[in-house]
């Protein structure tokens, strides 16, 4: 999935996300426990941020934590929660200073009030910035983000709001979670693992792939120009033919 060639142009993606993997191995190479990993990990968030919006990239989607870590073991679980406090404690005045607008994605049922309350303080707090949007999926799944896009959808059949033979993939699209950012140009994951894993399933339907064995603490704003340069020499043509 990796090229060698350099292009002749960068090309920017306006959307790029990243599943955030490798934390756990990172850590066990050095012979610290798993949330050592996370640790590094949540670090070089703000680091991949920052870099993304000094090169002009306008969203950043990142998997901090999928519908599916619930099964992990409780004290892993445990800590994975105290995320969001961190976020606002420690990165709080580096993503206003380099203003960022910061985001959640994912379902809020299984969240304490603590944690919804915390995410929605940051979201309200950073709404009014220009830079770029980071959008912090938390607790998030493609399956369960199509399912209740399905339930709305279904709804507003039944209510009579909204006509079956009109349903298309923008009104589809309209009712994701995604629905204010972008189109998602870039996928990048870290560790050398090559599945989705349940992320971001319909927004992925045409943007680039990109794998690399860096493990996410590892993933520095050097290897995110290497993934662009390699995006940059991508052939996208979206089911047609360029003539």
């Given at each position: 999935?990796?090229?060698?060639?350099?292009?002749?142009t960068?090309i920017i993606p306006?959307?790029?996300?990243i599943?955030l993997?490798g934390?756990?191995?990172?850590?066990?190479?050095?012979?610290m426990?798993r949330t050592?990993?996370?640790?590094?990990g949540?670090?070089?968030?703000?680091r991949i941020?920052?870099a993304?919006?000094?090169?002009?990239?306008?969203?950043l989607?990142?998997?901090?934590?999928s519908t599916?870590?619930?099964?992990r073991?409780?004290g892993?679980i445990?800590?994975l929660?105290?995320?969001p406090?961190e976020?606002?404690t420690?990165?709080?005045?580096?993503f206003?200073?380099?203003d960022i607008?910061v985001i959640f994605s994912?379902?809020?049922?299984?969240?304490s009030?603590?944690?919804?309350?915390i995410?929605?303080r940051?979201t309200?707090?950073s709404?009014d910035?220009?830079g770029?949007?980071?959008?912090?999926?938390?607790?998030?799944?493609s399956?369960?983000?199509?399912t209740?896009?399905?339930?709305?959808i279904?709804?507003?059949?039944?209510?009579?709001d909204?006509?079956p033979?009109?349903?298309?993939?923008?009104?589809?699209?309209s009712?994701?979670?995604?629905?204010?950012?972008?189109?998602?140009?870039?996928?990048?994951?870290?560790s050398g693992?090559q599945?989705?894993s349940?992320?971001?399933?319909?927004?992925?339907a045409y943007?680039?792939?990109?794998?690399?064995p860096?493990y996410?603490?590892d993933?520095?704003?050097?290897?995110l120009?290497?993934?662009?340069?390699?995006?940059?020499?991508?052939?996208?043509r979206?089911g047609?033919?360029?003539?």
């Amino acid at each position: 999935m990796i090229s060698k060639k350099m292009p002749e142009t960068i090309i920017i993606p306006e959307h790029v996300a990243i599943i955030l993997d490798g934390n756990g191995r990172w850590a066990k190479k050095r012979g610290m426990p798993r949330t050592f990993g996370h640790q590094a990990g949540v670090e070089n968030i703000r680091r991949i941020a920052i870099a993304s919006q000094n090169i002009g990239i306008k969203a950043l989607s990142v998997f901090a934590f999928s519908t599916e870590n619930w099964n992990r073991p409780q004290g892993e679980i445990d800590y994975l929660m105290t995320l969001p406090k961190e976020f606002e404690t420690k990165f709080h005045d580096d993503f206003q200073k380099n203003d960022i607008k910061v985001i959640f994605s994912g379902r809020k049922t299984k969240l304490s009030e603590v944690n919804i309350a915390i995410m929605e303080r940051i979201t309200t707090e950073s709404k009014d910035r220009q830079g770029l949007i980071l959008n912090i999926c938390f607790d998030y799944g493609s399956y369960d983000e199509l399912t209740e896009a399905v339930k709305a959808i279904a709804y507003n059949v039944r209510n009579g709001d909204l006509d079956p033979e009109t349903i298309t993939p923008d009104v589809i699209a309209s009712h994701l979670l995604t629905r204010n950012l972008p189109p998602l140009d870039f996928l990048i994951r870290t560790s050398g693992e090559q599945r989705l894993s349940n992320f971001m399933l319909w927004q992925a339907a045409y943007a680039e792939l990109y794998f690399t064995p860096t493990y996410w603490p590892d993933f520095s704003p050097k290897e995110l120009m290497k993934a662009i340069k390699d995006f940059s020499l991508r052939d996208r043509r979206f089911g047609a033919i360029k003539r």
